[in-house]
């Protein structure tokens, strides 16, 4: 069976569209047909053998909106081979268990990568809470690509596999 695959995130200041997108560039790599999409209604995994989904953390939780297109497609992603990747700085405590349990969705795999801090682009409440909180006065990306390039990688392996 020929496999395509679907990376779909929610951002919003770009790190997770920066992770999703080079998942998907390895994938395109490896020659693997791949679509990057932010996730909004119009897309869904209907068309798709593997699907990454992945979304940012503010405030101790992912997006509502990731939240409302995880649960709507939770019985098509049931079916397929599926990751979870969330982004932000805490990776320690990344609330990956709560947003996995209420959105009703489990699945293959799940990674946490640290993200980035845009103090440059936020307005004043974002760069308040970041001074206070991280001690941040600048743009930082903590984001570790050789991880991401891993979990691609391995994730890759299994679409591969279930392709032979
Ligand atoms: C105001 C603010 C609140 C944040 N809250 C959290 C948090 O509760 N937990 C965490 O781990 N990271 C937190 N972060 C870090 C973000 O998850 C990180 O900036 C991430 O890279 C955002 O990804 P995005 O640009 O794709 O939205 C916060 C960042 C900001 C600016």
Not at 9 to 26: H, L, P
Not at 121 to 137: D, K, N, P, Q, S
Request: net charge positive; with cysteine.
């Amino acid at each position: 069976m020929s496999r395509r695959l679907l990376v779909v995130y929610a951002t919003k200041y770009g790190q997770t569209e920066k992770i999703a997108r080079c998942v998907a560039e390895v994938a395109k790599r490896e020659g693997i047909a791949t679509e990057l999409a932010q996730i909004d209604d119009a897309c869904t995994p209907e068309d798709f053998s593997d699907v990454v989904v992945a979304g940012s953390v503010y405030f101790g939780h992912h997006s509502r909106k990731l939240g409302r297109w995880v649960r709507r497609n939770a019985p098509m992603l049931a079916k397929r081979h599926t990751a979870f990747v969330t982004v932000c700085n805490e990776v320690a405590h990344a609330p990956v268990g709560t947003f996995l349990r209420d959105s009703g969705w489990t699945p293959g795999t799940t990674a946490v990568f640290a993200g980035a801090l845009r103090y440059t682009r936020y307005g004043w409440f974002f760069r308040l809470v970041t001074r206070r909180v991280a001690g941040v006065h600048d743009d930082v990306e903590y984001t570790d690509w050789q991880a991401v390039e891993a979990f691609a990688r391995g994730f890759l392996a299994d679409v591969k596999a279930r392709a032979a």
